[in-house]
């Protein structure tokens, strides 16, 4: 049975409360503004009848709602009633556009708050840096569709694998903290292949993985200040070898393939290192 102490446990409760909150802040919301209005073409052979019915998608914020209108359509001689409803009458049809509005509005509202408040902090981290710290590797040609920008971002399942195993053996707080870290390496790496990224998009990405990665490090190194003692040898070198292809990502393999393969080499090792702390302090914890 998993231990977990009071002050884990707190801040478990807490940052769970935080994405329930906000996940039903921000739920959408539909409201139907009027009856169906018909329309019938002039240039239609058969007289075709298009029925709209406009809809509000709104996102709980006074002053932001996006307008959406469903449009069916059957075919009618002109002047005669609607019939009974079609198929195609009762499943909504939505135009190219207006899906993207509705399968993005909620998701850029949350980014878009998300960016107000972390942002200012990354400008302060990258002006207090040269512009070093923001910045990131090109890897072009490679995207998220080449086998190779693919098998990257596949890299981070070792963040999620070696999160698993802690949580279902006990270390939920690490174990939850790695599965995160795997969430924004993923989310990170993403926007760095994507194409159409726009240069904020990847550096905000790139803040959420720094301050993932750096707690989760943090939390590592108190885990051994509470155990006393260093972990086993194959957590000793794992770290130091995770550490060498990092730093090679840095320095001499910053571009294209080489960082690629360097980075890679840096999520399954740290990510093994990651696991081999917390399953030494579980069984010193005696979990």
């Known amino acids: 049975m998993a231990i977990i102490s009071k002050r884990k446990r707190a801040l478990l409760v807490a940052a769970l409360a935080a994405?329930?909150?906000n996940a039903f802040i921000v739920s959408p919301s539909v409201k139907v503004l009027?009856?169906?209005l018909r329309t019938t073409?002039?240039?239609s052979f058969s007289g075709r009848t298009k029925w709209v019915r406009p809809l509000e998608f709104f996102w709980?914020?006074?002053g932001e709602t996006t307008t959406i209108v469903k449009e069916t359509s059957s075919v009618v001689p002109s002047g005669e009633e609607k019939p009974f409803p079609l198929l195609e009458d009762i499943l909504p049809k939505f135009s190219t556009t207006n899906l993207e509005e509705l399968t993005t509005?909620?998701?850029?509202?949350?980014i878009s708050k998300a960016e107000n408040v972390i942002m200012p902090a990354a400008d302060a981290l990258d002006e207090a840096t040269g512009g070093w710290a923001m910045s990131y590797a090109d890897l072009h040609p490679e995207n998220t569709s080449t086998p190779?920008?693919?098998a990257f971002l596949a890299s981070n399942i070792a963040?999620?694998?070696a999160g698993t195993a802690l949580s279902m053996q006990g270390d939920l707080f690490l174990g939850l903290l790695i599965e995160l870290v795997s969430v924004a390496s993923f989310a990170y790496h993403y926007t760095q292949l994507d194409k159409d990224s726009k240069t904020d998009t990847v550096r905000f990405a790139l803040f959420i993985d720094y301050v993932m990665a750096f707690t989760s490090i943090f939390v590592g190194l108190g885990y051994m200040l509470m155990d006393g003692q260093l972990p086993p040898i194959d957590g000793v070198i794992s770290a130091a070898v995770g550490m060498s292809f990092f730093l090679l990502g840095l320095t001499v393999c910053a571009e294209g393939m080489?960082?690629?393969?360097v980075h890679s080499l840096w999520h399954v090792f740290s990510a093994y290192c990651a696991y081999v702390i917390g399953n030494t302090h579980l069984n010193i914890m005696g979990v």
């Open 105 to 110: 509005g909620s998701a850029s509202l949350i």
């Open 258 to 261: 080489a960082y690629v393969v």
């Open 19 to 21: 994405g329930f909150s």
């Open 159 to 161: 963040y999620a694998a």
């Open 34 to 36: 009027g009856p169906e």
């Open 148 to 150: 190779v920008g693919q």
């Open 41 to 43: 073409s002039p240039n």
């Open 60 to 62: 709980n914020k006074e």
